[in-house]
């Protein structure tokens, strides 16, 4: 696959992508999956079935044993330097396990992805003031990351994630230490970025933000995605 022969539409393409990790673990087997741009995704299974490991292929923290993956027209594991930094600048990533800087504020954090974008002052303060008022937590704005609860690291690494309107969002289990309102208020910070036109890839165990949707719903099993709605198998 190159530049030239992705469609225009499509923001990732998988093609027999596998993942095995020493002695000879396999993560992912022979995956072949496409997402189009402005798609939302909601990707479950049980832990161990992959899911962590298909997003870090996808922003380049893994590389895959065999097959390709392109990533905006481009072959994200054959980039290096500037190239990679572009790309990755594009590409917002709310980890499992946050990631945040402890030793720094809850603004200072999620500031850190426009400010390597050379965004004006004054447009990251708002930035970080309307997020942390969509996710509730406008009184941790000076708040250390580390004196944070886990549900409100989370949130602050979904803030931080989003912050720089990138293309493409890779979320891992952005809900798993919320209470209902909260999770509400994550899920429409998300489908806002969605309706403004990013792709978005969500990895979940939690059915309530999934059970009514209309998005597309794949399972890995086993290092194999199976569809549940809006495709078919793998």
Do not use: W
């Not at 996808?58 to 895959?64: G, H, I, Q, Y």
């Not at 850190?112 to 447009?123: D, G």
């Not at 998005?215 to 086993?222: G, K, P, Q, Y």
Request: aromatic residues 4%; contains cysteine.
């Amino acid at each position: 696959m190159t530049e030239s022969t992705i469609q225009p539409d499509s923001m990732i393409e998988m093609i027999k992508v596998s993942k095995v990790y020493p002695p000879d673990v396999k993560a992912l087997s022979s995956i072949s999956l496409s997402i189009d741009r402005g798609e939302m995704f909601f990707l479950i299974g049980m832990s161990g079935a992959g899911k962590t490991t298909l997003l870090k292929l996808l922003c380049n923290m893994e590389t895959p044993t065999n097959g390709l993956i392109e990533v905006a027209g481009h072959q994200i594991h054959q980039l290096k330097g500037a190239k990679l930094a572009k790309i990755r600048q594009k590409i917002g990533v709310a980890y499992q396990d946050f990631k945040l800087l402890d030793n720094r504020t809850v603004a200072e954090n999620i500031a850190i992805s426009m400010e390597v974008s050379y965004k004006k002052p004054t447009i990251i303060k708002k930035r970080v003031r309307d997020l942390l008022d969509q996710l509730l937590l406008s009184d941790k704005h000076d708040t250390m990351a580390g004196e944070l609860s886990r549900g409100e690291q989370q949130r602050v690494a979904l803030a931080r994630a989003v912050a720089n309107s990138p293309t493409l969002i890779l979320v891992d289990e952005p809900t798993g230490n919320l209470d209902s309102t909260t999770t509400a208020r994550v899920m429409n910070l998300l489908n806002k970025c969605n309706h403004a036109g990013a792709t978005i890839i969500i990895a979940t165990h939690d059915e309530s933000i999934y059970r009514n949707s209309q998005h597309r719903i794949l399972e890995l099993r086993e290092g194999k995605i199976f569809s549940l709605q809006g495709g078919s198998p793998s």
